[in-house]
Structure formats: C-alpha cells, structure tokens
C-alpha cells in the first residue's frame, strides 16, 4: 500500500516537472551552480591544507639566493655572516651545478630536457637551518639586509600566505554559496508553486472527499527532491571529472618543484557524494515545504 503510494506521488511529481520544464531547468541549474562552486571551494581549502601539513618539516628551512656576481671569496664570506645571525643553527651551500643536479634528480626520466640548456638557469644558494621558529622572522629580515641576496624564501611564510588567502576564499565562498542556496530555494519554491496553482481546482476536491494532508503535500515535496537530486548528480559529475583532469595535468609538475601532492581525487570522492546528495536533497526539500506552508494552506 505504502509503496503504490509512494509510486502515485513520485509520477506524479515526475509530470509536474515535465510540464514545468523551462522552470525545472533552471532549479536544477541553480543547484548545480551553487554545490559545484561550493565543491571548488572544499577542494582548494582541503589542498591548502594539505600542503601546510606535508611541509611542516620545511618550515624550519630558509633558502637564500645568492647574486650572480658574486665571486668565490664573497659567496663565503656571506656564508660566514649568515652564520653569525641569532637563531641559525646550520649553513649549507647549494651550488647552481648541485641544484641542476638536484632537479634532474626530482624529474627523474623528465630530467634529461635539462641537458640541452644553454646556461644554468639556477642561482647558487645558502640553505638555512632555525634551530628556534619564533626567531625566524628577525632571521629573515637580518638576512635580506646583507649586501648580495638576490631572494629569500621562506617555506612558512608563503604558506601563511596560502593559508590567508584560504581564508579569505572560505568567506567569499560561504558569502556566495549563502547566496546561491537562497536563489536556488527561491526557485525551486517558485516551480512547486506553479504545479500548485495549474493544480488548485484538483487539490481542492482532493481535501474535500478527505485526502489527508500528507497524501496533497507529498508529489509536492518528492517534485522539489528529485530536483534537488538531479542538481547534485550533475554537479558531483562536474566537481569529480574536472578535479580529476586537474589533478592528473598539475599534480606531478607540483611534486617536481616543490615535493607536494594534492589530495588523490579517490580521497575525496565518497566525501562529495554524500554532501552534494544530502545538500540537493535538503535545498529541494526546503523549496517545496517553503512553497506549500504558503500557497497550499493544508
């Protein structure tokens, strides 16, 4: 009995949203819109993520390239300065011949495209040890006022800046997906609200030989759902396939230059498909009982 009811109201559903297409259309849209960009979102947070925790170890390095006229004598005496500075626990020299080296090393059968260069295209460099993080800062700046650094880089540094731009994207992010979950409500209301309205004169002989509320309400709500549903399938499709296609066209170049992966799109995907579902669900859901408690009055 339940289920013949069930498949009453589902087909029913399923020709409201046929007759409603230009309307359906657009609910299903916005909710692809809204989850997709929320998908885009979670991805980038949880990689920023990812990559502060895999260079934790690094954090306590800083790496300063030398200018390149800089003659032997001069590149030791700087090394000899920089080991004079407060909070510098070791000094060690990369040459621009090692660091060559060191990438043909990390590119591995891509390292022999580095043999038909003209010139080196890499400085000579100090790499430098902390043996105390909270004295880093003022290490750096003593660092950059000695006559021949090119740069400084600092691992920790740049991932604070990763970090707050992660921040800031998360705010944006929730600002716009705040935005884009009322839109998609709002039209999915507005699409239960005209199958209620085509069906009023049926509706009401319905309440009036005693149809209970739930068996009126019911194709409404299954209507906002499989909306919400079909919205989250093509989405999950988008936010997998075009992660997938990033990951496999930047994730080795990201390993080859700075010995960092991103999150395998296997880890993630079960993840988005739960969300994306529940989320689909929930703002379909949430259209149709918007639309009914107002216009249905049963």
Do not use: H, W
């Not at 540094?157 to 716009?176: E, F, N, P, T």
Request: charged content about 20%; glycine content about 6%.
């Amino acid at each position: 009995m339940i289920l013949r009811l069930f498949k009453t109201m589902t087909k029913q559903s399923i020709q409201s949203i046929c007759r409603s297409k230009n309307m359906s259309i657009a609910s299903v849209g916005s909710v692809s819109a809204t989850l997709v960009i929320l998908g885009m979102i979670l991805i980038l947070i949880l990689n920023i993520n990812n990559m502060a925790n895999t260079t934790k170890e690094q954090f306590d390095q800083i790496q300063i390239y030398l200018s390149d006229d800089l003659n032997q004598k001069q590149i030791q005496s700087l090394g000899q300065a920089i080991e004079k500075i407060d909070g510098i626990s070791e000094v060690q020299l990369e040459t621009k011949d090692k660091a060559l080296e060191n990438m043909k090393e990390r590119l591995e059968e891509k390292g022999d495209m580095l043999d038909g260069l003209d010139k080196n295209p890499f400085q000579n460099s100090y790499i430098v040890y902390l043996d105390e993080l909270e004295k880093a800062d003022s290490a750096v700046k003593e660092i950059k006022n000695l006559n021949g650094i090119d740069d400084v880089i600092y691992y920790k540094d740049i991932m604070d800046k990763l970090i707050s731009v992660a921040s800031s994207v998360r705010i944006g992010g929730i600002i716009l997906i705040v935005i884009l979950l009322l839109i998609s409500v709002f039209i999915i209301s507005n699409t239960i609200k005209i199958t209620v309205a085509a069906r009023q004169r049926e509706i009401s002989i319905m309440k009036y030989v005693g149809a209970t509320n739930g068996f009126i309400r019911g194709p409404f709500i299954i209507e906002g759902v499989l909306l919400g549903f079909v919205g989250s399938v093509l989405s999950i499709f988008m936010v997998i396939y075009g992660y997938k296609y990033i990951f496999s066209a930047v994730n080795n170049n990201l390993y080859d230059i700075f010995t960092i992966y991103m999150i395998s799109p296997k880890l993630l995907t079960i993840d988005i498909i739960i969300i994306f579902i529940s989320m689909g669900v929930g703002i379909g859901m949430l259209g149709s009982i918007l639309s009914l408690r107002k216009f249905l009055k049963v």
